[in-house]
């Protein structure tokens, strides 16, 4: 069954220091998103991407925050300048097409200190 | 966006039948009914929608109240696998997924 594959697994880094995060898709889905989720808290949304442009942010997804797809695979989200408070999972999902179900992956734990 | 209301927890039984109810007394006719789960230390997983008519899939069954103020997901055989928190879902217009607290359930051998 195809999968959505996250990487690393667990990033470890410094506060102020920038991370991206990185997904590979399901080969044939469109439309790519973000989500975070704080230890014991719910999953939150942060932006959503189709046609190489963002289509959808929450008030999370601030100027720290930026997505790309730069090589038509590899779908990214940096974070600029960590902070503690950006301490989470990260989920990483697509879609087929508008309306369809979203496939996450397995999330990466992102780890500031 | 439109809320639901779930239980914080259940429990079950292997092998018993779960009923999973959602409350969305403010869903609009255009709002899916998405139920999505998380199992534990895992990103979450689609398991059904619909919009009006019971739905069935190889995962569970929905059930849609007449007047769509209510839902329930059913499994129709817990295993110790299901155990997890299990998101109703109304999607309106958008393709973002807002989560709440969802139900957890408990599948005991």
């Known amino acids: 069954e195809p999968e959505v594959t996250q990487t690393p697994s667990h990033q470890v880094t410094q506060m102020g220091q920038e991370v991206i995060l990185r997904c590979v898709p399901i080969s044939n889905h469109l439309y790519f998103y973000w989500y975070r989720q704080i230890l014991g808290q719910k999953v939150e949304f942060l932006v959503s991407f189709y046609n190489n442009e963002i289509s959808e942010k929450s008030e999370i997804f601030d100027d720290q925050f930026s997505v790309e797809r730069p090589d038509g695979s590899n779908f990214t989200l940096k974070i600029r300048s960590t902070k503690l408070e950006d301490s989470a999972m990260y989920f990483c999902?697509?879609?087929?097409?508008?309306?369809?179900?979203?496939?996450f992956g397995q999330g990466t734990r992102l780890t500031v200190v | 966006d439109a809320k639901t209301t779930q239980p914080n927890s259940m429990e079950s039984n292997e092998e018993e039948p779960v009923h999973l109810p959602c409350n969305h007394s403010t869903i609009s006719g255009t709002d899916y009914i998405h139920w999505y789960r998380q199992l534990p230390s895992q990103g979450p997983e689609y398991v059904i929608h619909g919009l009006t008519s019971n739905v069935n899939n190889r995962m569970a069954s929905l059930a849609i109240a007449e007047d769509r103020k209510s839902s329930t997901l059913i499994l129709h055989r817990a295993t110790l696998r299901d155990a997890a928190v299990y998101y109703c879902i109304l999607k309106r217009g958008t393709d973002k997924l807002i989560f709440g607290t969802g139900t957890r359930l408990q599948v005991f051998p």
């Open positions: 999902a697509t879609s087929r097409g508008s309306g369809t179900e979203a496939f």
